[in-house]
């Protein structure tokens, strides 16, 4: 009897000690181990970092930047500090930067179609600045202060690249930063549609990074009802046919409309599919994630009435009368007539559990941490973690990052690094000392990965098939000298032996994560 039941203990202890049960594989203490780990949850290791995780131990390492309130993070803080548009709303940084901005454009091209239909001698193409008769001192004084206004309005996204930057180079939460990229670029907004700038640094700073390791249906609720969301992709243009028309091409208090809004009020455009599409394509269930048109349409239906407020910047609202309140049904839910601002609830509720959405959001994190192809195992119990927890986001990342498969040999230095992780790990590499981000900016501007403008909704790829070509390597290679040989500005590497360092950055080994 004894015998029998000491066997039974053993058989629980063995199968709950099986990964496919649930419980964790211990993680290897090697130094390769541990450089894979701080290859892929952080922008690439810096001197002396093996030794300090090996100290730590790096299951206690992991679990740290797995819980990133617990890490002191003053340093990067302080370097933070400068960037005053960080911490503004929508609303000031359009009354106080963009806004003026759009109205001297405005009256720049008043003067070039008043000068031009005045027959504009002397100037060329009608533009009154590039007349070639000298100033008047009121002219010279009206240039001081386009100059200024214009420095204003860049100064907005010029402090978001910066401060990305920034972080990813001196953030001892390393991990948290890599999430805030993956998820910025899955719920992936374009600076460069309009009233989207305004709106783009309490975006980030609001619907995405307090929630990335988080709940995802908060997350995706957070970017569903952001006015930048809401404006790129079109959903404050989405309303009830019958109704009179787009809250956001409603006259503010001051007689303009909000910026990037239509110039007068216009009649309703309808149901627009745009956001609702993407919503269950990019967002939650994937292309192949089992939905119809119709389902679409009625998703969109249930967004109707979610639009800007009327006040330039100042968040989003639920307008009733613009909603089409009819029954809907999507994937097979009935959602009731009169729902009203409820609908997008049970919609996000839907989306958000359902088991399309734990394999897409699976995917794309074990392709981000493990590889190009992540094994179907790892998808397989990282799905499962995902439903099992209802969509906990620190859970799911902790089942790939700890799971065997993050840890296997063929996993090591299989991931091509974006331009992004390149500069940023051959910075934290060389030890350099950033002063200016502005140049980096620049420079990954030039290897084709801008910063916050990335047009298509699907926001930057992490594979390798986006980022390997003939002209992206010379333009790392390129980086690599530059950075090298101190020719940055606002960079500075503290290297004796600059060309030797270089050619390492240059590398295909510096190359991979």
């Known amino acids: 009897m004894w015998t029998r039941s000491l066997a039974v203990l053993s058989l629980i202890a063995i199968v709950a000690g099986h990964p496919e049960a649930g419980a964790p594989a211990p993680v290897p203490s090697t130094d390769e ?13 810096r001197a002396g970092d093996v030794a300090r995780v090996k100290a730590m131990g790096l299951q206690n390492w992991i679990d740290r930047q797995l819980n990133p309130s617990r890490i002191d993070n003053a340093a990067v803080t302080a370097k933070l500090a400068r960037l005053e548009t960080l911490t503004l709303d929508s609303q000031t940084i359009q009354r106080d930067y963009s806004g003026p901005a759009m109205v001297a454009r405005r009256e720049r091209q008043a003067r070039a179609a008043k000068a031009g239909g005045a027959g504009g001698a002397g100037r060329v193409g009608g533009d009154p600045e590039s007349t070639s008769a000298p100033r008047q001192p009121q ?11 214009q420095r204003k309005d860049r100064q907005v996204i010029a402090d978001i690249e910066e401060a990305k930057l920034l972080r990813a180079v001196y953030s001892e939460r390393q991990l948290q930063e890599v999430l805030v990229d993956f998820w910025f ?25 307090p929630y990335v390791l988080g709940n995802f ?45 239509p110039a007068r009020p216009q009649r309703s455009r309808g149901i627009n599919e745009n956001y609702a599409r993407e919503l269950m394509e990019l967002h939650t269930l994937g292309v192949d994630g089992g939905y119809t048109q119709d389902d679409i349409v009625n998703v969109a239906r249930a967004l109707t009435g979610w639009t800007i407020q009327p006040r330039e910047g100042s968040g989003t609202q639920f307008v009733a009368r613009l909603h ?17 601002q409820n609908d997008i609830e049970q919609v996000l509720d839907i989306l958000a559990g359902h088991p399309a959405t734990a394999r897409r959001i699976a995917t794309k994190l074990a392709v981000r941490f493990v590889s190009d192809t992540p094994p179907a195992s790892l998808i397989d119990r990282a799905a499962a973690r995902f439903t099992a927890t209802k969509g906990d ?3 799911v990342v902790r089942t790939i990052v700890t799971s065997p498969e993050f840890f ?8 091509v690094k974006t331009p992004l992780d390149f500069v940023a790990s051959a910075l934290r590499a060389t030890g350099a000392e950033v002063r200016s981000a502005l140049p980096l900016a620049r420079e990954l501007r030039e290897m084709g990965m801008p910063l916050y403008f990335c047009q298509p909704p699907t926001g930057y790829d992490d594979t390798a098939a986006t980022w390997v070509s003939a002209g992206a390597l010379v333009s790392r290679m390129n980086f690599a000298i530059a950075l090298g040989k101190n020719e940055i500005r606002g960079v500075r590497v503290p290297l004796s032996e600059d060309d030797a360092m270089a050619l390492k950055i240059g590398s295909p080994e510096f190359q991979r994560q």
């Open 408 to 415: 296997a040999a063929g996993a090591y230095r299989v991931k």
């Open 324 to 340: 089409d309140d009819q029954e809907k049904t999507v994937l097979g839910h009935q959602l009731k007539a009169g729902g009203g």
């Open 217 to 261: 249906r908060d997350l995706l609720e957070a970017t569903a009802k952001s006015p930048a969301m809401l404006f790129y992709l079109d959903n404050w243009q989405n309303t009830d046919a019958s109704s009179p028309g787009p809250q956001m091409a409603q006259m503010t208090r001051n007689g303009r409309p909000p910026t990037g809004a």
């Open 185 to 209: 670029n899955h719920f992936n907004v374009f600076a460069g549609k309009g009233a989207t700038r305004n709106y783009l640094t309490e975006y980030e700073r609001e619907a995405i990074r």
């Open 393 to 395: 986001l620190r859970e």
């Open 139 to 149: 002219e010279g004084v009206a240039s001081t202060m386009t100059t200024d206004v």
């Open 33 to 45: 181990a541990i450089t894979h780990a701080l290859n892929r949850l952080t922008f690439g290791p």
